[in-house]
């Protein structure tokens, strides 16, 4: 299975201020056509997982574009850029290259 | 686009529950569907696949106890949740192929 390893596991950030999570891959995550299987979700407290990130970099419908992704086929950044009390909750990185489908534990983010 | 999970509870090991997943405000026929559980204070934890011709992928830790199925005629996903053991505890979700969207949950708790 694809281990998924997250970092840090939580962030304090002063409003306004930038945040970075960093998801490493025990394995690549390009596949053979051509497409990064790397997802980001973010699940606020009390509710469901939401997309924000798919493919690595592009994002998901209705995410502001404060929140960014790179990588290359085994280490990945999420950024978001001048957080906002609303980005409050935890951060999960995730795979769809093969089954069974992993995630990374996640990163909690936290404001000052 | 929506999803409504139902049919979560107590139960006693050893038994069985059936969740559904309705879905609505898209084409349900035409995507491969998932159940992701959470158990509680912990990550995702992905658990079956049925993809848009029915075809079935299951977890290690859920093969030959749980079985996920569809009804594209009533517009709704299935997981037959068997032999149920208290590590089946969790808040199980059901969620569209894309990974874009997300039902809010259905509860599971597996105690005697």
């Known amino acids: 299975d694809i281990v998924l390893t997250q970092a840090p596991l939580s962030v304090s950030v002063t409003p306004g201020e930038s945040a970075s999570i960093s998801c490493r891959s025990s394995?690549?995550?390009?596949?053979?056509?051509?497409?990064?299987?790397l997802y980001w979700y973010l699940q606020r407290p009390g509710k469901s997982p939401q997309l924000l990130i798919y493919q690595m970099s592009n994002l998901a419908s209705g995410v502001p574009d404060r929140f960014s992704s790179s990588g290359s086929e085994t280490d990945f950044t999420l950024k978001i850029s001048k957080v906002e009390t609303e980005d409050v909750g935890v951060y999960y990185c995730g795979h769809r290259l093969e089954y069974p489908l992993t995630f990374g534990s996640g990163t909690k983010l936290e404001i000052k | 686009v929506q999803l409504v999970e139902s049919g979560g509870g107590l139960v006693q090991p050893g038994k069985s529950l059936k969740l559904s997943c309705s879905a609505s405000g898209f084409t349900f026929s035409s995507y491969g569907m998932h159940w992701i559980r959470q158990a509680p204070g912990k990550g995702l934890d992905w658990v079956a696949y049925?993809?848009?011709?029915?075809?079935?992928v299951y977890a290690d830790a859920v093969k030959g106890r749980f079985t996920i199925s569809r009804d594209n005629a009533k517009n709704t996903l299935y997981l037959q949740l068997n032999s149920l053991k208290s590590e089946d505890t969790a808040i199980y979700y059901c969620?569209?192929?894309?990974?874009?969207?997300w039902g809010q949950g259905a509860s599971v708790t597996v105690s005697s």
């Open positions: 049925i993809s848009s011709s029915s075809g079935t």
């Open positions: 969620a569209r192929s894309s990974g874009d969207a």
């Open positions: 394995k690549s995550l390009l596949s053979s056509k051509g497409i990064t299987s």
